[in-house]
């Protein structure tokens, strides 16, 4: 019998998020992805100021691909060598709305340049406010910063590119490379094994829950391959950092990635205490400042190699100074000679710092990306662990896979899957997660689910349990009743009492319209997020406390709008559902935006991304919507009857003029 039908006869699976698709071989993904590859490149240059589709700035601008009018506002040196400059908008407050992202590669321009024009200099976005965006340059621009100025999205070849080399990697064949053990299980052509003994161990962190250890005692055992599967609040990396420190014990050289920068982060600064031996890869305007110690720029510096590196760069430069002054031709053919054999052995002390810290690091810890850095060409590891890997395209996760023997995924797959640009690429399947892909291949066989939630108060917990999990996750008791008016300074009254409440814009005059870019807004609705917001504060909830979420990009914009300066609202978040992943706060209001009277849902009926939204919420989520129009979609009317039975329900013409 074929895998994927055996898995779901023996009754393992049923854990898919799309229905169950037929097993893939190694030749049927890489002809598969090739192509899509290069649409989803095609689909980010053309959203991108470089191409020939948005030569026109215009477009650029409308598309957030380009922010105009701005003024550099502070100029510092940090980082490692590192200038970073903050702009802000010369216009106003608020930044234009755009889709400039955190670590996003960006040129600086003056404002009036020619789309094709090179710039002052290409730096990585370092901070973003609603207010301002600092950018990391590796030299600060000479001049023009006092004039207005420009900033372009660059579109990022560069994953591409390596992409493309996994890919090229995986089609040759890798029987001689460190994966050729695993490649035949992933793609099916062989069976996960386990050791035949139960492994044991005492735990690093003595609070973790049954589930946790089990699934750490699991995937000790497993010889292949392990997925972690981590709802949301689940202490997903807490059980894999403790994964990581019980191998280092046993002795594995470990590779730890993520798809994003923030989530390999997370898992450094909670392995430092440990005293692990560990090594950050990644360019330091991409990492939390409190792990910058932990970076290999860092470590380089503080090595042998490198100090010898130096003392020779200082010799060079005495001999260049030298050269400078002689004019005999025979003395300067021989500081030339010097001078080359110098630069050769600069690189190569260079290169042999960077070594010495990888080869006596237990483990290396980078994003998907940088795995495919030439720095680590020559290293082979016992295990390769994947965090996020439900929202990492499986193409990705092979740039790490390829240099491992054994590896463990973690992540949820009934959560938002990743962003990808090319509607086309979509259709044909580049979405599909590895993560979930081997659900459907082997499901509980090689899958652990960690049971016992530490966000959320049960009555949040338990719709998001019962519509995805199968009601399989249970509150912490330290959550299971927590309270919005327990939090210091909060005050019991009609706002912070509810768990859920359900406040209803249907028969308000609040119907949803578009912007200029097609995406959809709701003014009347935004408006009743701000005041819940408000009544929020108070009764002394803070500021900071509390998230305002909404699918839709427009709402964003128009919400931080709406919020203005108020002090008192400051420090409310405001985000797409999208961007809010795999982040928490007290108080949750969403804003649902679809009102109309064909009762057209879109994407909210993506039930992930209600998943997401909802679980985002420790005390107390608010569910701003027209009842009328989402309860169209069977699953949203579900989700409204849940917040009717089990919340409170409010009109919200309750907070009109307020
Ligand atoms: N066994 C435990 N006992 C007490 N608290 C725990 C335990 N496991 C996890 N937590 C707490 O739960 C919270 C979430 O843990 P962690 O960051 O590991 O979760 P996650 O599953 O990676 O998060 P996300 O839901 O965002 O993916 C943290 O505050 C963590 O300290």
Not at 165 to 187: C, E, N, R, T, Y
Not at 529 to 551: F, M, N, Y
Not at 606 to 616: G, L, P, Q
Request: hydrophobic letters at 40%; a neutral charge; glycine letters at 6%.
């Amino acid at each position: 019998m074929e895998r994927g039908k055996k898995a779901a006869a023996m009754g393992k699976k049923g854990f898919s998020s799309s229905p169950a698709m037929p097993p893939m071989s190694l030749d049927q993904f890489v002809s598969t992805m090739a192509p899509l590859i290069d649409m989803e490149k095609e689909a980010e240059i053309s959203a991108s100021v470089s191409s020939g589709a948005t030569r026109n700035l215009e477009t650029a601008q409308k598309r957030g691909s380009a922010i105009f009018n701005l003024k550099c506002v502070d100029a510092q040196t940090g980082l490692m060598g590192k200038s970073l400059l903050e702009f802000q908008s010369t216009k106003g407050d608020v930044l234009p709305a755009h889709k400039f992202g955190i670590h996003d590669v960006v040129i600086l321009k003056p404002n009036k340049a020619d789309s094709g024009s090179a710039g002052l200099g290409q730096g990585v976005v370092y901070r973003l406010k609603d207010t301002s965006i600092t950018v990391a340059f590796d030299d600060m621009p000479e001049d023009g910063l006092n004039s207005s100025l420009r900033l372009e999205k660059v579109a990022n070849e560069i994953t591409y590119r390596r992409m493309k080399d996994a890919l090229i990697q995986l089609s040759k064949g890798v029987h001689k490379g460190p994966a050729s053990d695993l490649v035949p299980v992933l793609f099916g052509e062989r069976q996960p094994t386990v050791a035949k003994k139960d492994v044991t161990f005492t735990a690093f962190n003595s609070n973790l829950d049954h589930s946790q250890k089990d699934a750490v005692s699991r995937a000790l055992s497993s010889k292949n391959v392990f997925l972690l599967h981590g709802p949301p609040g689940t202490g997903k990396t807490t059980t894999v950092v403790e994964i990581i420190l019980q191998e280092v014990k046993r002795g594995s050289k470990i590779l730890a990635c993520a798809a994003s920068n923030i989530a390999v982060d997370n898992i450094v600064e909670r392995l430092v205490p440990h005293r692990v031996k560990l090594v950050r890869l990644g360019h330091p305007a991409r990492l939390l400042p409190q792990v910058l110690d932990s970076a290999l720029d860092a470590q380089v510096l503080r090595g042998d190699n490198s100090s010898l590196a130096n003392d020779i760069r200082k010799e060079m430069k005495a001999l260049n100074g030298k050269l400078l002054k002689t004019k005999d031709k025979n003395t300067r053919r021989e500081i030339q000679k010097e001078l080359r054999t110098l630069t050769k052995e600069e690189r190569k002390r260079q290169q042999l710092a960077v070594m010495d810290v990888i080869k006596t690091a237990d483990v290396v810890l980078t994003t998907l990306t940088g795995a495919a850095t030439r720095k680590l060409d020559s290293t082979s590891f016992d295990l390769v662990i994947i965090d996020e890997a439900a929202q990492a395209l499986e193409i990705a996760c092979w740039m790490p896979l390829l240099k491992g023997s054994r590896c463990i995924l973690a992540g949820d797959h009934l959560q938002l899957p990743p962003t990808i640009q090319s509607v086309e690429a979509e259709k044909k399947g580049l979405g599909r997660t590895l993560f979930e892909r081997l659900a459907d291949l082997y499901g509980d066989e090689v899958t652990s689910m960690l049971t016992v939630q530490y966000r959320m108060h049960e009555l949040i917990m338990n719709w998001s349990s019962k519509e995805l999990y199968d009601s399989k996750i249970e509150a912490h008791p330290s959550v299971a009743a927590h309270a919005l008016y327990d939090l210091e300074g909060a005050n019991k009254s009609t706002s912070t009492e509810a768990t859920l409440l359900l406040v209803d814009i249907a028969g308000c005059d609040m119907e949803e319209k578009k912007d200029e870019e097609d995406s959809t807004l709701n003014e009347g609705e935004a408006k009743v997020a701000i005041a819940h917001a408000k009544r929020l504060v108070s009764s002394g909830v803070q500021a900071s406390d509390i998230g305002i979420i909404t699918p839709y990009a427009a709402q964003v914009v128009l919400l931080k709008i709406l919020r203005g300066n108020e002090d008192k609202l400051k420090e409310v978040e405001i985000s797409t559902v999208d961007g809010f992943q795999g982040r928490e706060k007290e108080a949750i209001i969403i804003s649902m935006v679809r009102s109309n009277s064909k009762s057209e849902v879109g994407f909210l009926s993506d039930r992930r991304r209600m998943n997401v939204a909802v679980t985002r919420a420790r005390r107390q989520c608010c569910l701003v919507c027209d009842t009328e129009t989402v309860s169209s979609d069977g699953f949203l009317k579900r989700l409204v009857e849940y917040f009717e039975e089990h919340g409170e329900y409010l009109s919200a013409s309750e907070y009109v003029d307020e």
